[in-house]
């Protein structure tokens, strides 16, 4: 246990621009002791002693502002950065060299029984205020987009925005998302949504200005002894009956 804890103290090290070195971050931040007295907890969870695991758990959100349940399953390199206010429930899986930030909930909808959390893969980047709820997988190397609410499964090597939360597909490219550390250039659907509809409108009027210019040189008319106004509309009979443009 202790091995996987100077390990998980060297991953913090490595990706986190403000550690000096690893003794800082050992006695320093909040995020390392959370996962230090979950190692603790979560040993004492599986050998049923369940009252002395809760007690710990309890004693490390005291301290740390982090609640991770015993029952929960962390692997090897967590970077929990601030860390204030994550919520970790008891079914949640958490793959190897992930990073969360604080406000981060990995929990349950209320309906669901036996596996009520989400599983999270490996490399797997959770911006600030992000919510998973469910028990469904996160795909290895996926990244979950601030204030996020994610509510079923996400693809490996995804990107998910919005509330709801909406995929942003990357392409095959694997790309070890929790180390870019960047959870702020990510494209947002609902500004691409518009950007298509914006196209469409203007792809609209360009045919419709065409369709007046080719009225305004050929001089058609709609019926005898009537010329059609080319300026404000177009007017033409399709099947049985009048339409306007």
């Known amino acids: 246990m202790f091995k996987q804890l100077l390990q998980d103290a060297k991953s913090i090290a490595q990706r986190d621009p403000a550690a000096k070195n690893v003794f800082e971050v050992i006695f320093l931040y909040p995020g390392f002791h959370s996962i230090f007295f979950h190692r603790i907890a979560h040993w004492f969870y599986k050998k049923n002693i369940f009252f002395i695991a809760r007690l710990i758990s309890q004693f490390s959100r005291f301290i740390t502002g982090i609640e991770i349940h015993p029952g929960a399953q962390i692997g090897t390199g967590l970077f929990i950065d601030h860390g204030m206010g994550i919520v970790i429930g008891e079914t949640a899986e958490v793959g190897d060299d992930c990073t969360i930030y604080h406000n981060v909930t990995l929990g349950g ?18 911006s600030c205020g992000a919510k998973i709820l469910g028990p469904f997988k996160v795909g290895d190397n996926a990244r979950i987009g601030a204030n996020a609410v994610v509510l079923r499964e996400v693809e490996p090597n995804t990107t998910v925005v919005g ?6 597909k990357r392409g095959k490219q694997k790309i070890a998302s ?35 210019q080719h009225v305004q040189d050929n001089s058609i008319k709609t019926a005898p002894g009537r010329v059609m106004d080319t300026e404000c509309s177009i ?8 339409e306007t443009l």
């Open 109 to 126: 909808t209320g309906k669901d029984t036996g596996k009520r959390h989400p599983t999270i893969g490996n490399k797997v980047l959770i």
């Open 163 to 168: 509330v709801p939360g909406r995929p942003v």
């Open 178 to 212: 929790s180390f870019e550390l960047d959870h702020i250039h990510i494209p947002d659907p609902v500004a691409q949504e518009f950007c298509s509809l914006n196209i469409k409108i203007e792809s609209l009027e360009k045919m419709i200005k065409q369709m007046q």
């Open 235 to 242: 007017e033409f009979k399709e099947g049985g009956r009048d």
